[in-house]
């Protein structure tokens, strides 16, 4: 049984270009989760989706960033215009539901550079 | 959100006890505690949870005193593989409780 599966794990883009970035939950996981973290820093909620919907993406910034998380494929956090600032680690978490007491299952991360 | 306070970092040598406390001072009725574990180049991988009193699993315990206004994890003969960031986190068990607060975690170097 797979865990959270991210791809690509290190993404380089110069400024400017689109980054796209993957997920896919565990099986039988329904909910996805974004965090982006910076150096030394903890992990910032960005976005909560459901299959076809987008619940909560209070934490996404408004502009050049966009989350996806279709019928069939893996969810997809995707940059556009990449600067400088957005280079991190962005997470993608799943859960069987919601709740502070479920199970929360991260992945490893995709490590984005902006060149 | 209940607010988590924890020391930056922290130091052990191999095969010692090693305790990390987080205060959460306005910690609600309905809150429960997680800590974290995040390895470098890793997501965090959950650890324990608890209510109140104390909870044991294969990996740690946790202590959570009366009143709730702070925690202890408590790591049993740590390793070199245990050098991690730990993170306290607090937070309800509501369907609407999903957005999970990191701070900056305490940053444990086991030292051989």
């Known amino acids: 049984n797979a865990g959270v599966m991210q791809n690509p794990r290190h993404l380089v883009r110069r400024r400017g270009q689109e980054a796209r970035l993957r997920c896919s939950p565990m099986?039988?996981?329904?909910?996805v989760y974004w965090y982006r973290q910076l150096p030394e820093e903890g992990l910032k909620f960005m976005v909560y989706?459901?299959?076809?919907?987008?619940?909560?993406e209070s934490g996404m910034p408004k502009e050049r960033f966009s989350a996806e998380f279709p019928k069939e494929g893996p969810s997809i956090l995707r940059i556009q215009q990449v600067v400088r600032g957005d280079s991190a680690a962005y997470f993608c978490?799943?859960?069987?539901?919601?709740?502070?007491?479920?199970?929360?299952?991260f992945g490893s991360g995709t490590r984005l550079t902006v060149v | 959100l209940a607010k988590t306070t924890q020391p930056i970092s922290m130091d052990s040598y191999e095969g010692q006890e090693v305790n990390i406390t987080c205060s959460h001072n306005?910690?609600?009725?309905?809150?429960?505690i997680t800590w974290y574990q995040q390895f470098p180049s890793q997501g965090p991988r959950f650890i324990i949870q608890?209510?109140?009193t104390k909870v044991t699993n294969e990996v740690a315990s946790l202590f959570i005193p009366a009143d709730r206004k702070s925690s202890t994890l408590s790591l049993p003969r740590v390793s070199l593989s245990d050098t991690a960031v730990y993170y306290c986190?607090?937070?309800?068990?509501?369907?609407?409780?999903?957005?999970?607060?990191f701070g900056k975690g305490t940053k444990l170097s086991v030292i051989p």
């Open positions: 978490a799943s859960s069987p539901g919601t709740g502070f007491d479920v199970g929360y299952t």
């Open positions: 099986k039988g996981h329904s909910h």
């Open positions: 989706l459901q299959k076809e919907n987008i619940i909560d």
């Open positions: 306005n910690i609600a009725t309905n809150d429960y």
């Open positions: 608890g209510y109140k």
């Open positions: 986190l607090v937070g309800d068990s509501g369907a609407g409780s999903y957005q999970l607060t």
